[in-house]
């Protein structure tokens, strides 16, 4: 006998997706072209740094090739400029909502799923300055959790990177906040990474004009070259790759 539709015990869940040239919120290159000329900055940085590109043997097995793929989600999200650009139009909807459901707006609304890359994933929590510079595993999930105790909200951030669900989940503490971090809070340590118009922002020929952004978020993965020569590439006498960060 053939199954019908309803025999299922489930409701089926609506999936949207956005056309790639209309994305504005997950896949969004297609539609801020300044990232494409943020991109080209990063890009040459090896060459501009250290005046040579990468050699033909920089990659021979598979442990090197890891071992490069785990600086990449860095370059995805290296500037605070990429970071706004990619990463600002995520949580500027993530925090609004969490702003409304604590105020009563969304009073029906429990969750709010959304499907991508893992680069996307280690561009937020890079952004979020807690990136620990291990390339994202696939089907890993990045959380965000509303809570309330009496009249106080506060957010836990968690990353299920244990793709055998194995362990619990990692518990995640933004630089300033802690592990239950007040809402205000939160919404205040991601607002410099929020453009104010994202649209103008991303057709602008120049950067523009950035805040002063926390030290602590940006210590570890700002382009400053008198603090940092980035991901120096070399052939040593073991006929191995050198990735050492040096600063």
Known sequence: MALRFTDFPRIPTPVHAA?????KLLFIDLTCPRIAIENSKINNIPERSLNFTLPSWAVQNYDEISTAAHFWPQYYSFSN???????GPVFELLTENMRKKSIGELPEQKMFMYSYH????ASM????????????PYTSLLMFELHQT?????????????TTFQNPPLELTLPDCSPECPLSDFINLLKDFIPKD?????HSIDPISEPSYPSSFTGNYENKNTDIQMA???KTNTETIDFTVKK
């Open 19 to 23: 056309p790639l040239d209309d994305d």
């Open 232 to 234: 120096i590439l070399r």
């Open 81 to 87: 400029e990429l970071k706004r650009l990619r990463g």
């Open 198 to 202: 994202w649209e103008k922002e991303c």
């Open 150 to 162: 009496g009249k106080n909200y506060f957010v836990k951030v968690l990353l299920q990177n244990d």
């Open 118 to 121: 893992g680069l996307y994933i």
């Open 125 to 136: 929590i890079t952004t979020m300055g807690v990136f620990n510079s291990i390339e994202i």
